[in-house]
Structures are given as C-alpha cells and as structure tokens.
C-alpha cells in the first residue's frame, strides 16, 4: 500500500525542539523528491520544506529557515524534520508530502504552547 505516515509531533514550550518522521512505504522512496507542509487553524496550508530525491538540495519556507531542517533516510524510507527554536507560530498539523502525484500523509499536530 502506498502511504506516508506521520509521528513526532506533540505539545512543547517556546525555545523548545520536536524532531518529526515521515515513513513512507509502497513506493521506491530514494526516486522522490519530499516535502513537509503544516496548516493552522484558520490558515490555508503551507510549504515548509522540501528535499530532493538525493537529499542534495533543500529548500525552506522564510519563517523557518535556521531553525527546521529537512532530511532523508533513502535506506530507512524515511523523512525527517528537525524543529528547532519553536515559536507558537509554528503551532499546526504537519503533513509530509509527495509532489509526484501529489501524495499526502494524514498528519501530525504540534503545538508550541507554554
């Protein structure tokens, strides 16, 4: 079965760090590009990151930048990101993405509260 499935997420303080993993299965993962979306409440949803199929070139949303890291596990089937300085800004449902064919997982949520 093709999908991605989410984890990582949960609730931490301002300055904190959560580090979030996308397993992807049902596919030749290494042949694909990722990405790492997030919505908040009442906010259409947005790109945050993404990598491409070698994990040779990143790219990052402004907001994020210096603070999230995007990587891959081509032997793992794996994507990670690395949160790091959360602000409540932050705070959403984060969804690892496919571009090809536009697959998504159903998400994980983070909230950045104290």
């Known amino acids: 079965q093709v999908q991605l499935v989410e984890s990582g997420g949960g609730l931490v303080q301002p300055g904190g760090s959560l580090r979030l993993s996308c397993a992807a299965s049902g596919f030749t993962f290494r042949n694909y590009a990722m990405s790492w979306y997030r919505q908040a409440p009442g906010k259409e949803r947005e790109l945050v990151a993404t990598i491409t199929y070698s994990g040779s070139t990143t790219i990052y949303a402004d907001s994020v930048k210096g603070r999230f890291t995007i990587s891959r596990d081509n032997d793992e089937n794996t994507v990670y990101l690395q949160m790091n300085s959360l602000e409540p800004e932050d705070t959403g449902l984060y969804y690892c993405?496919?571009?090809?064919?536009?697959?998504w997982g159903r998400g994980t949520q983070v909230t950045v509260s104290s």
């Open positions: 993405y496919r571009p090809y064919r536009m697959l």
